[in-house]
């Protein structure tokens, strides 16, 4: 690893992070609407919903019907997916630059393991990345720090040596409480301002200016 680079692990959220998932999650959303509210969902609605916890968003949209609908979610969902899903302009790149430069990295999600490693796949990260944490390896989610350490320890990695990179406020909060630096990115679903709001080492507009944080 270069003696320039600040940190030896990467950890990342996935969706509106790594790849463009966004707009899959706000039309299986709409379709939700259609199907179960008999109504339309606008793109502001659904937005604040991404990085949560399925069963949590879906709570608190639809609270007395949350299997049917988690299943109606998954069923539409996987069936679009690969319609949909492709990799950030420049992410791709700036993952191998990491790796190149000696330093591992992992996802922690709130989508389940096997769809974020299909999502990987097919975005075209291949075996750069490796999902440390799914929605079904902890009990609590983002922004709990739960999952950012559990990934952190299926990693191998410590404190100290570790950046989260996310696009929500529940990741930049998540890491807060983690006791790790986070970095925001505003090409996802947050609100930029609301990003910069947020305690974090740094919130960043391009692939370019997250490589200069993470690679000193």
Known sequence: MSTAAPYELVLFDLDGTLINSIDLIVATWQYLGREVLDRQLSRDE??????LPLRQAVASVVPDRPDEVVRLYHEWNVAHHDEYVTAYAGMVDLVGRLRDAGLRVGVVTAKMRSLA????DVSGYGDLIEVACGVEDTTRHKPDPEPLLAGLTRMGGSLG???YV????????AARAAKMPGIGVTWGAGNPDE????EAVAVVDTPD?????LLG
């Open 46 to 51: 659904v937005t604040p919903l991404i990085g």
């Open 117 to 120: 490693e299909h999502g990987l």
């Open 161 to 163: 040596s570790v950046a």
């Open 166 to 173: 996310g696009d929500a406020v529940w990741d930049l909060r």
């Open 195 to 198: 990003l910069r709001a947020e």
């Open 209 to 213: 200016q997250l490589a200069a944080r």
